[in-house]
């Protein structure tokens, strides 16, 4: 654990986490290309021209985003529809981020409240943290806006959100996060952020984006909080 680290999350009162990616992998067991090929499916039967790149696309997430920006919002409402039906499919065979949920439970433990702030629906991580026994551990549940992509990361909206339901300023506020989208809304919120950084190719982007701190490990910010809630409680 760094000694920036350690700063970092002494100097903050609450947690926000990203869902996909610092609490586990919503499309372990469902993989996106897939998903994303469906909602392509979708477009199609609803008669859209799909350009190549789209239709080879392998993030739905990205597909629903471009659906939005193309402006027909009955299309977009059909496409989110259907992949908030693929989202509460996938998190019954999502897999666990190592240390995902010793983050939880060891921010709780050191008096911080969490939040999760996701471009996944809000019923997805819902139901992935109640069958995993999280649910009373993160509050509130920060889901992407229905059938409006715009407003999902790194628009600063929901992480905002989140913060004003914390009743926490921004800046005793830091988000953990896997993407870029992740660092850049934070910074537009103005809440502290650390990247967490799940392949050797992020540090560099994480340090470039101006991240507080990079972790290649979410064990790394357990022990940096379990360090505080011993602290605390000396």
């Known amino acids: 654990m760094?000694?920036?680290l350690g700063r970092l999350l002494g100097e903050v009162g609450a947690v926000l986490l990203d869902f996909d990616g610092p609490v586990c992998s919503i499309f372990a067991g469902y993989p996106a290309p897939q998903v994303a090929a469906e909602l392509v499916n979708v477009l199609r039967r609803r008669g859209v021209d799909v350009p190549p790149d789209l239709a080879s696309e392998p993030d739905p997430l990205e597909v629903l985003r471009r659906t939005g920006a193309a402006g027909d919002h009955g299309v977009t409402r059909t496409v989110e529809d259907?992949?908030?039906e693929a989202e509460r499919r996938a998190v019954e065979t999502a897999a666990p981020t190592p240390y995902g949920?010793?983050?939880?439970v060891a921010a709780r433990q050191a008096g911080m409240p969490v939040a999760a702030v996701s471009n996944n629906s809000a019923g997805a991580v819902t139901a992935y943290l109640t069958a995993h026994r999280l649910a009373e551990h993160v509050s509130p549940v920060v889901g992407r806006a229905?059938?409006?992509p715009g407003r999902m990361k790194p628009n600063p909206?929901?992480?905002?959100?989140a913060v004003r339901s914390l009743g926490e300023l921004a800046a005793r506020c830091v988000l953990i996060g896997d993407s870029l989208s992740?660092?850049?809304g934070a910074r537009a919120?103005?809440?502290a952020v650390i990247g967490y950084a799940n392949r050797p190719t992020k540090v560099g982007d994480f340090r470039l984006a101006r991240a507080d701190a990079v972790v290649t490990?979410?064990?790394?910010?357990a022990a940096a909080l379990i360090d505080r809630g011993s602290n605390s409680a000396s």
């Open 217 to 221: 490990s979410m064990g790394e910010i």
């Open 101 to 104: 949920r010793e983050v939880i």
């Open 146 to 148: 229905y059938a409006e």
């Open 2 to 4: 760094s000694a920036d």
């Open 182 to 184: 992740d660092i850049e």
């Open 189 to 191: 919120a103005g809440v």
């Open 82 to 84: 259907v992949l908030c």
């Open 157 to 161: 909206e929901p992480i905002l959100q």
